[in-house]
């Protein structure tokens, strides 16, 4: 079974920096890409970054282009966000995500192809 937590979330001041992170348990991590939303409240889910099963590509959401990073550690099965320059409009609940099936990277938009993470809160104060 699928297993995915996310961690690392908080307070933060604008203008500072949070990494999450999001660890998986399961199956074979290094054959499934790896992605992150937000939802903030009120609001739809947004498509944050994702990457491939390989790290070798990686997509971002254009709020997030030159300010949030997506990696993976395939030795600890862990994925990560880094998040710089953080914004009062990046508060939200962010979600780890691995796509279902192996060796595809997914659009994040097909929310039923993905297995989730409960969330954790990021809140930065302006």
């Known amino acids: 079974q699928v297993r995915l937590v996310e961690s690392g979330g908080g307070l933060a001041q604008a203008g500072g920096s949070l990494r999450l992170s999001c660890g998986a348990s399961?199956?074979?991590?290094?054959?499934?890409?790896m992605g992150w939303v937000r939802q903030a409240p009120g609001k739809e889910r947004d498509f944050v970054a994702r990457?491939?099963?390989?790290?070798?590509?990686?997509e971002y959401a254009d709020f997030g282009k030159g300010r949030f990073t997506i990696s993976r550690d395939k030795a600890e099965n862990l994925a990560y966000l880094q998040m710089n320059s953080l914004k009062s409009a990046d508060t939200a609940v962010y979600y780890c995500?691995?796509?279902?099936?192996?060796?595809?990277?997914?659009?994040?938009?097909?929310?039923?192809?993905?297995?989730w993470g409960q969330g954790t809160q990021v809140t930065v104060a302006s």
């Open positions: 399961g199956r074979a991590f290094s054959r499934f890409s």
């Open positions: 990457i491939s099963w390989s790290g070798g590509v990686t």
């Open positions: 995500a691995q796509y279902k099936s192996p060796f595809v990277l997914g659009p994040i938009g097909e929310y039923d192809n993905w297995n």
